[in-house]
């Protein structure tokens, strides 16, 4: 494939205006309504499918350039099992290919699973944000727009959402799984993370539930 072609009128106006073409074309992401959980959410992957096109057109590279384990904790759920949370902070840099010049963007990120992925899902939630603030891509769902649960603490959701995904995980029949699609409707307080881990689990769930019953 030829190299494209960049004017130097390109390469003098630098990462600020090539920004501002990005987000002329690309303005939003709408957020999808999750099978089974009924919840809405913008995934890595179509943050990314909504960008990468503008970005290669307006010459922007966009690469980690710093990860920090802030925080690696188990909490013991209510059945006994174990919920792992990570939280990392995390810098990206935005580099206009042309002229050089560079931008970083520092964001924080949460992931929470019974297993390995909390790192993985923290650092996912992160690089989702980063892209998401630094071309101020609107999805549609602003979660400030929800208000919390009266009197229900940090702690107290987290538990929450803990019961939930270990509830998914080990219901055992297609009927009793099929119910957690009512029972996690208003879940609004949830963050992205911890909406991303339910559904995994409930989609891992329903293939092995479905499998036995045939």
Excluded: W
Excluded at 88 to 116: M, N
Excluded at 122 to 150: L, V
Excluded at 172 to 195: A, C, G, S
């Amino acid at each position: 494939m030829a190299a494209k072609d960049v004017s130097p009128m390109v390469a003098e106006k630098g990462l600020s205006y090539a920004k501002l073409q990005v987000m002329s074309d690309v303005g939003y992401c709408l957020k999808t309504k999750s099978q089974g959980l009924n919840y809405t959410f913008a995934s890595e992957s179509e943050l990314i499918a909504a960008l990468r096109p503008a970005l290669i057109e307006h010459d922007i590279t966009v690469s980690p350039v710093d990860c920090e384990l802030l925080e690696s904790v188990q909490y013991e759920t209510k059945r006994g099992g174990r919920m792992f949370v990570a939280r990392v902070k995390t810098t990206y840099r935005f580099t206009h290919a042309p002229s050089g010049e560079s931008e970083d963007v520092t964001v924080f990120g949460e992931g929470g699973d019974v297993g390995d992925k909390s790192l993985p899902e923290a650092m996912t939630c992160a690089y989702k944000y980063a892209i998401r603030q630094a071309f101020m891509i609107e999805t549609g769902d602003d979660p400030d727009r929800h208000a919390s649960q009266p009197g229900v603490s940090k702690l107290e959701l987290q538990k929450q959402f803990e019961n939930a995904l270990d509830a998914v995980k080990v219901a055992d029949t297609l009927e009793t799984l099929e119910k957690y699609q009512h029972v996690y409707t208003d879940l609004r307080d949830f963050n992205d993370t911890q909406m991303s881990a339910l559904q995994i689990a409930y989609d891992t769930s329903f293939t092995r539930l479905h499998a036995g019953a045939e």
